[in-house]
């Protein structure tokens, strides 16, 4: 079979998508993609601009690059595309040139969870588990491809003592839903074009790691340039989680059990802050454990990694939220890591993928990552 290479797809439409006119891809001069663990992905492109008559230029008068027109941005490695990012345009610069053909236009937007985050809204859930409020709100949203991907959980607040509340747009109340039990949540494009997945739950840090950042391997090095490591012992925190029982007011504190995260390496770095759940007084003790831990799950990494992959060389896109493996850098620093962040770069002959990753500690944790 003859080797494709890499090709973009770039699909635009006020609501349903659909593969962008030529005129728009000829124009396309460089786009970016940065997908983010816990924040919102976001997208910029940037166009060239010319004149289809004296009064206006040819891409403001079409209106397909206007906001908020959703854009998906897929690459596709063979025969099979790999969704980037499922996003609405957020904003649009125009910055004229007295030279012909230097006049740009670029389009920034973000991913489809902005569109949970349009609208403040009062509301009240009585008897209702946090899982079957979130599954709820993002039933209302199934329009933008939105499939639930939601953790059950079993807390049934009893109405006499609590009625789960939203004040706040549904995007701030499902990231608080989140939080209160120790979960994260963020919106992922794909598998196909225009389809999302809206995670609510734990990091994910199982499953089968990505094809491994190779140094120092010869023909099967496949970063750029050095990986950057950094040990800070200043990063882990330990909660300390204390309740008052209501009838004697008596402080009661709550152990938290250890090991909520998948080990990714052997020698995990020591916690040398110690911090204080201020919220968790009038909580059962389950609920208070469940804030302490979400406390721990956000800053227990104290590894860092960042670099540069060539995308033709590695293969595929490199993906955010999921595990890759680390290889020709030694024992302490190579072995699985998280991947936190990645930038795509694109641009005529060029695929260029910038990282971060992140893990508890040194040691790798497997005698072998995938190649």
Request: aromatic content about 6%; overall charge positive; charged content about 20%.
């Amino acid at each position: 079979m003859p080797d494709l290479g890499v090709r973009l797809q770039l699909m635009i439409g006020s609501n349903v998508p659909l593969p962008a006119p030529y005129a728009v891809l000829e124009a396309l001069l460089d786009l970016e993609v940065t997908n983010k663990d816990r924040e919102r992905d976001g997208f910029q492109m940037k166009f060239s601009l010319g004149k289809d008559t004296p009064l206006d230029y040819g891409l403001l008068n079409r209106g397909i690059l206007n906001p908020p027109n959703r854009v998906v941005i897929s690459v596709v490695f063979g025969v099979m595309p790999q969704v980037l990012i499922d996003g609405v345009i957020t904003d649009q610069q125009v910055t004229p040139s007295n030279k012909p053909g230097e006049s740009t236009l670029t389009i920034t937007g973000e991913d489809i969870s902005v569109m949970l985050d349009l609208e403040e809204k009062n509301a009240t859930f009585p008897n209702q588990t946090d899982s079957a409020i979130v599954t709820r709100v993002i039933a209302g949203y199934a329009r933008f491809g939105l499939i639930p991907k939601v953790t059950p959980t079993t807390d049934v607040p009893i109405q006499t003592e609590r009625i789960p509340t939203q004040q706040g747009t549904d995007l701030a109340f499902i990231q608080q839903l989140a939080q209160r039990n120790g979960f994260v949540f963020y919106i992922e494009p794909g598998p196909l074009p225009g389809v999302n997945m809206a995670t609510w739950g734990l990091d994910n840090r199982l499953g089968l790691p990505q094809p491994a950042l190779t140094m120092n391997m010869g023909a099967n090095t496949n970063v750029d340039s050095s990986i950057n490591f950094r040990l800070n012992a200043l990063g882990p925190a330990e909660p300390q989680v204390t309740i008052v029982e209501p009838f004697t007011r008596l402080a009661i504190p709550i152990p938290l059990p250890s090991g909520l995260r998948p080990p990714l390496a052997t020698r995990p770095a020591t916690a040398l802050r110690r911090t204080l759940a201020r919220d968790t007084a009038n909580r059962n003790p389950a609920q208070a454990a469940l804030r302490g831990l979400s406390s721990a799950s956000q800053s227990s990494d104290a590894v860092s990694a960042t670099g540069e992959v060539d995308a033709v060389r590695y293969g595929r896109a490199l993906r955010s939220r999921r595990l890759v493996g680390v290889r020709g850098v030694g024992m302490s620093y190579g072995g699985l890591y998280y991947v936190k962040e990645v930038t795509h770069r694109i641009k005529r002959g060029e695929y260029k993928q910038s990282f971060s990753l992140t893990r508890e500690g040194l040691g790798a944790s497997t005698p072998a990552v995938v190649p």
